[in-house]
């Protein structure tokens, strides 16, 4: 992992979040008309072109804004942080790989996904970012996410995915990138049956079904990916292309309440309820923070299939650990800024969520992928 960059607070080059921040117009004058009466100019833009006469506009009844008046331009800034000071890292991407690295995949993968989506009662943001120390590295995000829906009218159901590519393996964004999209596939396939078993509580009958919805993609990756590699000096190995997944399926049916979370590795599930995340995965023990070295394609025997029952108003977050990783750290500061970020009245739009999402807090510098999902009541 890189080092720090000088110890630098790189706020001041962007402006602080909510902090309007000056900017120039056409030719690079300053548009710092704000706050004069409506249509009227600067004297010194008026003394720039000789014979112009400032123009003058009827006044405007007293606490009326005429329509079309000028607004002062607003910029986020950069990222809000926790903490006393931000990490070291600056908050944007720098460097990215080249296509004559020989990983046109890596060449191609953007910095920063975005999504969303609106199914019946169900809001859904998403959001896979770069992390800092890829920034910094210049090297591409290993995370992947997909956002979708499966199954036929009857048992339709929202299917969220999250995957952290394993940050030694050498192809690791391949595996999260095709792991996340592959597994829909094959699960939409069980999916008929996946919502029977779901409707009927039977969770040993869901791990059967997941187990070998994932089990099927990894068989079809595995093949797919020694074919290619017979035409390449480096053979094939499992442990290039390892990454974790984790599935969330919800029925689009708001009758029924119990979703359920398909999981190899790490990451996972929280639910915001009464202003507090929880963990989603209440039979786990150690938490979401575990040290489990589960990594597909060679761990496809390991899938883990958490039931939950949720309630409209509860807020449901599916990440990654670049994102559950300073949920659970000790200092609640994080986890109480994304609670109030996203258990409010209203969902964010796609620019907010991405803007809040991005958060950031010294030591948690990896990848970071979040969905969360709204339900309104009745």
């Known amino acids: 992992m890189s080092g720090p960059v000088n110890g630098e607070d790189f706020h001041g ?27 009227a100019v600067a004297p010194e833009t008026t003394a720039q072109f000789p014979g112009a006469e400032a123009p003058t506009a009827p006044r405007a009844p007293e606490g009326l804004v005429p329509s079309g008046a000028p607004e002062p331009e607003l910029r986020r800034g950069v990222p ?9 890292y600056p908050p944007h991407p720098l460097g990215r790989p080249s296509v004559r690295d020989a990983d046109e995949f890596a060449a191609f993968s953007h910095a920063v996904l975005l999504d969303g989506a609106r199914i019946g009662r ?32 009857g048992a339709e159901m929202l299917l969220l995915a999250v995957a952290d590519g394993v940050g030694s393996a050498r192809y690791s964004h391949v595996g999260s990138h095709r792991f996340s999209r592959l597994a829909a596939v094959y ?10 078993a779901l409707c009927a509580q039977q969770k040993d009958e869901l791990r059967v079904l997941a187990t070998k919805a994932v089990a099927g993609a990894a068989a079809e990756l595995r093949s797919a990916w020694a074919r290619s590699a017979q035409h390449k000096p480096r053979p094939y190995a499992d442990e290039d292309y390892a990454t974790t997944l984790h599935v969330l399926l919800i029925p689009t049916d708001p009758g029924i309440r119990d979703r359920v979370l398909c999981s190899v590795g790490d990451g996972g599930l929280f639910v915001l309820r009464d202003g507090h995340w929880e963990n989603g995965d209440p039979d786990d023990g150690e938490g979401l923070l575990d040290t489990r070295t589960e990594a597909l394609p060679h761990a496809y025997r390991s899938v883990k299939t958490t039931l939950l029952r949720t ?4 807020v449901l977050l599916l ?20 609670a109030d970020a996203w258990g409010g009245p209203e969902v964010p739009s796609l620019s907010d969520f991405l803007w809040q999402a991005q958060t950031r807090a010294k030591s948690y510098d990896d990848d970071r992928t979040v969905i969360c999902v709204w339900e309104e009541g009745a």
């Open 80 to 88: 809000a942080h926790v903490g006393h000071r931000p990490p070291s």
């Open 187 to 196: 699960l939409d396939r069980e999916a008929e049956s996946i919502h029977a």
């Open 13 to 39: 080059a962007y402006g602080d979040p909510g902090r309007p921040v000056r900017a120039e117009g056409p030719d690079g004058f300053d548009t710092h008309t704000t706050g004069l009466p409506y249509g």
């Open 122 to 153: 169900l809001t859904v943001r998403a959001a896979s970012v770069r992390g800092d120390s890829h920034n910094w590295e210049g090297s591409c995000r290993q995370d992947a996410m997909t956002v979708t829906r499966i199954g036929p009218p």
């Open 319 to 338: 990440g990654t650990d670049g994102i559950t990783n300073p949920l659970t750290q000790k200092d609640p500061e994080f986890a109480r800024h994304l």
């Open 311 to 314: 309630v409209p108003g509860e």
